[in-house]
C-alpha cells in the first residue's frame, strides 16, 4: 500500500489564523480523501479549533509552538530568528521528508527567504518565481513570476517559462502548453534586452512546449496561451490591476442592480446567470500561489482568505504532489540543461 500524502500547514499564518486555517483544512479533508495533514501552530489555540472536526482531528498531527511569525515582521528578521516559528516548522517538514507540501497564508517574503534557504533551489534554478492563476474563456492561465524577483535576466525569464510549462502539464492537464512573454508589443523589435533574449533561447529549446512569442497584457486572460511569463515587477502589478478591475467592477455591478425597481427585477431575472459569474470570478477559487523553482511544494494561500480560500490553496499543492510536479521539473531542467551562458548564447543567435 502507498503512504498516505502527508501536508504541512502553517496554522498561525494569516489574518485570521489558525481560524480560518483549521476551517479550510476541513474542506479540504472533505475534497481529499486520504490526505493527512501536519500542522503547526499554538496547542492552547489550535487543539480546541479540532475538537470541532473530529474527522479532520483524526487525520492530524498537530505538533506544539508558540512562535510565529507576522505579516509586518521583515523577511531578513524571520530568517535569523524564526526557526521554531510555525512556519519555518512546516516548510522543514517538507525538507525532511515528513509532508509533501507546505501550505501558509503568512508573510509573503518570510515565507520566500525561509522555503530557499530550507529547501533550496533545484539544480538549473538561479531564483523561485511566483505563479498565480488568472481565468479565460477556455479555463486557466498560469502567470509568473508575480513578485519574488523585482528584476530578471534572460535567464531567469527561461528558466520561468520551463516552470510554468511543467505546471500547466501537471497541474492544469494541458498535454503541451502554450508559451508567451509578456511585452509592450508583439513585434520581434519591441521590449528590453533581457525579455528579446530570452525568446531566442524559448525558440531554441526542445521540451514539451510551444512558445508563441511575444504577447500584450490583453492576453493574459484572453485564453491565447496557457502561461505568460514575466518579471516580477510587471507581474506583480499586472495581477494586483487585475484584482482591482474585478472588484470595481463588482462594485458597479451591483450598485446598478440596485438603482430602481426595475433594475430590481432585472436582477431576479438574471440572477442564475450572475451567480455563475460571481463564482467564475471569484478570488477564492484561485486562491494559492506557488513558489516554483523550489526543492519542494511550497503554496502561499492570501493572508486575508476565508475557509474556502485555503482549502483550495491546500488542494493546489495536493494536486503538485499526487502528479509528481518536483520530479517532472527535474527531468525538464535536466533536459533543458544549464543556462549560465545564456547572454554569450543569445547574443550569437541574434
Known amino acids: 500500500m502507498t503512504s498516505p500524502l502527508v501536508i504541512a500547514l502553517d496554522a498561525m499564518g494569516g489574518d485570521r489564523a489558525p481560524q480560518v486555517v483549521v476551517r479550510g483544512a476541513e474542506l479540504a479533508r472533505e475534497r481529499h480523501p486520504g490526505v493527512r495533514f501536519l500542522m503547526f501552530g499554538d496547542e492552547a489555540k489550535v487543539e480546541p479549533l479540532l475538537g470541532r472536526y473530529g474527522d479532520l482531528a ?29 512556519m519555518w516548522l512546516a516548510i522543514d517538514a ?29 539544480p538549473g534554478i538561479d531564483r523561485p518565481a511566483l505563479c498565480g492563476m488568472f481565468p479565460n474563456p477556455r479555463g486557466d492561465t498560469a502567470m509568473l513570476d508575480l513578485g519574488a524577483n523585482m528584476r530578471s535576466s534572460a535567464a531567469n525569464l527561461t528558466q520561468f517559462a520551463v516552470m510554468g510549462e511543467v505546471f500547466a502539464r501537471t497541474v492544469l492537464g494541458v498535454e503541451r502548453p502554450i508559451i508567451g512573454l ?7 523589435r519591441k521590449g528590453i534586452d533581457a525579455v528579446r533574449e530570452a525568446a531566442v533561447l524559448l525558440r531554441e529549446t526542445d521540451l514539451p512546449f510551444e512558445f ?37 467592477f463588482a462594485g458597479n455591478l451591483r450598485e446598478a442592480f440596485r438603482r430602481d425597481w426595475l433594475s430590481k427585477l432585472g436582477y431576479l431575472l438574471a440572477r442564475r446567470s450572475i451567480q455563475k459569474m460571481r463564482e467564475r470570478f471569484d478570488p477564492r477559487q484561485y486562491n494559492g500561489a506557488m513558489f516554483l523553482g523550489l526543492n519542494g511544494i511550497v503554496v502561499k494561500s492570501h493572508g486575508g482568505t476565508d475557509a474556502l480560500g485555503f482549502a483550495n490553496s491546500i488542494g493546489v499543492g495536493v494536486d503538485m504532489a499526487r502528479h509528481g510536479f518536483i520530479d517532472k521539473m527535474r527531468h525538464d531542467f535536466e533536459s533543458l540543461g544549464t543556462l549560465k551562458d545564456t547572454p554569450r548564447r543569445a547574443a550569437a543567435s541574434s
Not at 483524526?58 to 510555525?86: C, F, M, N, Q, Y
Not at 509573503?108 to 530550507?118: E, Q, S
Not at 509578456?182 to 520581434?188: F, Y
Open 58 to 86: 483524526a487525520v492530524t498531527t498537530l505538533r506544539h509552538t508558540k512562535d510565529a511569525i507576522l505579516s509586518e515582521d521583515k523577511p531578513s528578521a524571520a530568517l535569523r530568528g524564526g526557526r521554531e516559528s510555525s
Open 94 to 122: 517538507v525538507h525532511k521528508g515528513e509532508a509533501s507540501a507546505v501550505i501558509s497564508a503568512g508573510n509573503t517574503g518570510a515565507l520566500m527567504v525561509i522555503a530557499k534557504f530550507v529547501l533550496k533551489t533545484l
Open 182 to 188: 509578456l511585452n509592450v508589443g508583439v513585434e520581434d
Open 212 to 248: 508563441k512569442g511575444f504577447i500584450e497584457g490583453t492576453d493574459i486572460t484572453a485564453g491565447t496561451v496557457d502561461v505568460v511569463v514575466t518579471d516580477g515587477f510587471t507581474g506583480n502589478v499586472a495581477a494586483k490591476t487585475a484584482e482591482g478591475i474585478v472588484r470595481l
